[in-house]
């Protein structure tokens, strides 16, 4: 909507900017000067006791020396109300007593129209307060001051009120006002018979005023408190004014709140929302007797760019996150989501409330989840992925919901966050093995490895001489065989398909070897294989070139023979299995040492030992072997099928021949 020329110099001529900021701070009088129109005060804007805040009445402008927070009129009820610019310039115009412009004589008449609903409204909301005080609201309070424990106070902020269980009782208070009968029908406030007849619609309920984000009162809700009552809950029909699906319960207020800092939180109820903003919680919403809409949506996101959502802790609420889900995907946009917070069992935030105070509640929002993981349990939980078919099915699953993204960066990260989670799932419980199926690594004996974990694990260093000269020999050793094993994907990218799963699990810690693998796994499936080592190569950059001018790596004899794809594919074999028995192994001692925090007894106190006295007799390598395993050539402990595996590896190159496999 444009603004005729002057509008705003008038608007800004008319309004007082020491009025309108003096509505939001309090003056320190020792500093300010008022017959110049000096004023200082806190700054609104930022957390401070010093007066720091500078208002120059005259010239219509403020600044703060702190937070450097400046700007008019309008931009102070922009900012502090957190309202768009047409917002602000009709509150300051409706203070200043100018009425708005209006496009054209239409448009005028259905704003004069709405202004006349709006004021019928108010006449309800001043009637039913007053039937609040009244012997017949005795009901009433007792449910509002007993149930609820709303103070007096509180009552008044919220604007509550009662109607009677009277079919004419507002009707015939809004006649005695001289409210035209076809404006209470068009209010929604009086219903229309088929017969004609006109009758309250509200009867014998608890009354909560909705209004819209400009205080204007718009719709009523009402609470119902007969236990027989067909509906508990009841708004208003939709009218000139109230569209159910575009309004939030106290979203003026709310919007305030959450541009001061507060966190937006949105509820079922409209209790819900009293409780939780009596309580210390500002900026709570709540739709109106609906599901979440598309609309209800982008208007929390023009209040905050992470609302929280409070699911109910039964299956209605979870299915109600699991709609709001579905509806949210395809409107993501960078920096814009949502978060859900799950509450106990059988609790909504009123509930809470009472029963635990506000830092129990405080508590359930710190841990609401990423709206990612309420994906992910919607499509596993309560099911079993024992077959091949199972697990298509899932994935099946997650593609058509990951297809709803259409913002290609936020569709990318759900599709990573999506692959951890889906490899947490599948390969949990399993230790790694090599591909006949035995497991890997001989450092677990006996009952160690009953509930070990495989998952890769940060190294932990060892402070000693390694075969690189590196004081960190542990981590030294693992860095040169995922150096090892990047290069030989990185120039024999044909055995890239086989192993993907393998490097994905790979943690790795160096930048380079993250771009690598990056790299790798780009092109895992490329269309073209004959072209696609010479464009891995160019892709891979300086980072292979690096690692290839290593002298560990230039000796390795499938990297001197790149014709050797045989020999490249066994030592790539050897590598992952020795980098996965040390994973392994670090992860059984990790494991170990969390479960003996928890339970100090003697079978866990073996364990440890046993596991750290295995290690270190393979580090020191042992001069002979023992009753469950054997001493390799290099004095390294293994167990007898791990020595019978890799001999069958090694034994098939030939070393003399530069690496070449023997046939």
Known sequence: MSLPPGFLDELRNRVSLSAVIGRKVTWDMRKSNQAKGDFWAPCPFHQEKSASFHVDDRKGFYYCFGCHAKGDALTFVKESENVGFMEAVEILAREAGMPMPARDPQAAQKADRRSQLAEVMEEAVRFFRLQLRTGAGQMARDYIGGKRRLSPQAQERWEIGWAPDNRHALLDALKAKGVPPDLMVASGLIAKGDDGSLYDRFRGRVIFPIRDARGRAISLGGRSLDPNARAKYLNGPETELFDKGRNLFNHGPAREAAGKGAALVVAEGYMDVIAMVEA??????????????????????????????????????????????????????????????????????????????????????????????????????????????????????????????????????????????????????????????????????????????????????????????????????????????????????????????????????????????????????????????ARLRRAAGDDLETLLAHPQIRIQPHIRRLDDTDCAAKCLEMEFAKLEAYWGHAQEMREASEDIEALADEGLTWRLGQAARARAEADRGPEAARAEGVVAPNGVEMDREELDHAKKIWASIDFTKGGKSRP
Not at 428 to 445: E, F, I, T, W
Request: aromatic share 4%.
């Open 280 to 533: 210390g919680f500002p900026a709570a919403v709540a739709p109106l007797g609906t599901a979440i809409t598309e609309d209800q949506l982008r208007l929390m996101w023009r209040i905050a760019p992470e609302p929280v959502i409070t699911l109910d802790g039964d299956t209605a609420g979870q299915r109600a996150a699991m709609r709001v889900i579905d509806l949210a995907l395809p409107l993501l946009e960078a920096g814009r989501g949502l978060r859900f917070a799950v509450l106990p069992q059988g609790m909504d935030p009123d509930d809470l409330l009472k029963a635990k105070g506000a830092p129990a509640l405080q508590e359930v929002l710190d841990q609401a989840q990423p709206m990612v993981s309420l994906l992910w349990k919607r499509e596993t939980e309560g099911r079993v992925f024992d077959s091949p078919e199972r697990k298509a099915a899932l994935d099946k699953s997650l593609r058509a919901a990951l297809m709803k993204i259409t913002d290609p960066s936020i569709r990318s990260h759900y599709g990573e966050d999506i692959k951890e989670l889906r490899w947490q799932l599948f390969r949990q419980g399993r230790r790694p093995s090599r591909p006949d199926g035995r497991p890997v690594g001989g450092v677990a004996r006996a009952g160690f490895a009953r509930n070990a974990r495989f998952q890769p694990v940060e190294p932990v260093p060892q402070t000693r001489a390694s075969l690189l000269g590196s004081a960190d020999g542990d981590a030294a050793v693992v860095d040169l065989r995922i150096s090892v094993v990047l290069a030989t994907l990185c120039l024999h990218p044909h055995l890239i398909d086989p192993h993907e799963s393998r490097i994905e699990r790979m943690q790795l810690h160096d930048p380079r070897h993250a771009h690598l693998r990056q790299v790798v796994l780009t092109h895992a499936h490329d269309a073209d294989p004959e072209s696609r080592a």
